[in-house]
């Protein structure tokens, strides 16, 4: 959930990563059905096929990987000028509305740098007042008047404490992505060991 949150402000649109999840979730399933079938019938043909579409799958993941390893520097320079252009969205767009909410709870923190970048954005609506998100209790109209009440709201800048989230999971992920792979090889080293065995039963009748 907080990896969907700080993805509305790195990519500074509405997030899509539920369309996202629930095509990767259709995908797997069909793929998964396809390769039963496939082993149900002991069909060489349809066997080779997923096997083929396999090692697609687990390619296009090697260049995903690669791809945001590579990007990772990048995305760290470019993550304040982000956030402060997705400042300006807010309340504007309902998603990105919530996705601010979101990372400003889930991370405690307000702003881009600190809790007075909201009296910059450009729709002024923000002038002496900071959202509700900002608050360490957030209740109706507790963002008024920040600068008189600021102990009541988080101090720190969303930027530099999704950074730190970011890098200490970027192993994490890394790691679970590797697992993945993994389990995906045997999977195809075992289509490829149920052909040759088809094979060698077709032969030997």
Same mark, same amino acid.
């Given at each position: 959930?907080?990896?969907?949150?700080?993805?509305?402000?790195?990519?500074?649109?509405?997030?899509?990563?539920?369309?996202?999840?629930?095509?990767?979730?259709?995908?797997?399933?069909?793929?998964?059905?396809?390769?039963?079938?496939?082993?149900?019938?002991?069909?060489?043909?349809?066997?080779?096929?997923?096997?083929?579409?396999?090692?697609?799958?687990?390619?296009?993941?090697?260049?995903?990987?690669?791809?945001?390893?590579?990007?990772?520097?990048?995305?760290?320079?470019?993550?304040?000028?982000?956030?402060?252009?997705? +400042?300006?969205?807010?309340?504007? $767009?309902?998603?990105?509305?919530? #996705?601010?909410? %979101?990372?400003?709870? @889930? *991370?405690?923190?307000?702003?881009?740098?600190?809790?007075?970048?909201?009296?910059?954005?450009?729709?002024?609506?923000?002038?002496?007042?900071?959202?509700?998100?900002?608050?360490?209790?957030?209740?109706?109209?507790?963002?008024?008047?920040?600068?008189?009440?600021?102990?009541?709201?988080?101090?720190?800048?969303?930027?530099?404490? +999704?950074?730190?989230?970011?890098? $200490?999971?970027?192993?994490?992920? #890394?790691?679970? %992505?590797?697992?993945? @792979? *993994?389990?995906?090889?045997?999977?195809?080293?075992?289509?490829?060991?149920?052909?040759?065995?088809?094979?060698?039963?077709?032969?030997?009748?």
């Amino acid at each position: 959930m907080k990896l969907s949150d700080v993805s509305i402000v790195v990519a500074e649109t509405s997030s899509g990563a539920p369309m996202v999840l629930t095509i990767v979730g259709m995908i797997i399933f069909f793929l998964s059905g396809f390769g039963a079938m496939a082993v149900i019938k002991e069909n060489n043909l349809l066997i080779k096929i997923f096997t083929g579409i396999m090692l697609l799958v687990f390619a296009a993941e090697i260049v995903v990987g690669l791809s945001a390893y590579s990007y990772r520097d990048t995305l760290h320079r470019s993550l304040q000028s982000r956030f402060l252009k997705v +400042m300006n969205k807010y309340g504007a $767009e309902k998603q990105i509305t919530r #996705g601010v909410d %979101g990372v400003q709870q @889930g *991370f405690q923190c307000c702003g881009a740098q600190n809790f007075t970048d909201w009296f910059n954005v450009s729709s002024g609506m923000y002038d002496s007042s900071v959202p509700s998100s900002c608050c360490r209790t957030p209740r109706e109209k507790c963002g008024e008047d920040a600068l008189g009440r600021s102990e009541s709201l988080y101090q720190e800048g969303c930027v530099l404490k +999704m950074k730190m989230w970011i890098s $200490e999971h970027f192993d994490v992920i #890394g790691a679970v %992505g590797i697992g993945l @792979g *993994f389990t995906q090889i045997l999977g195809i080293l075992f289509s490829c060991l149920l052909v040759k065995m088809l094979q060698d039963n077709y032969v030997s009748m």
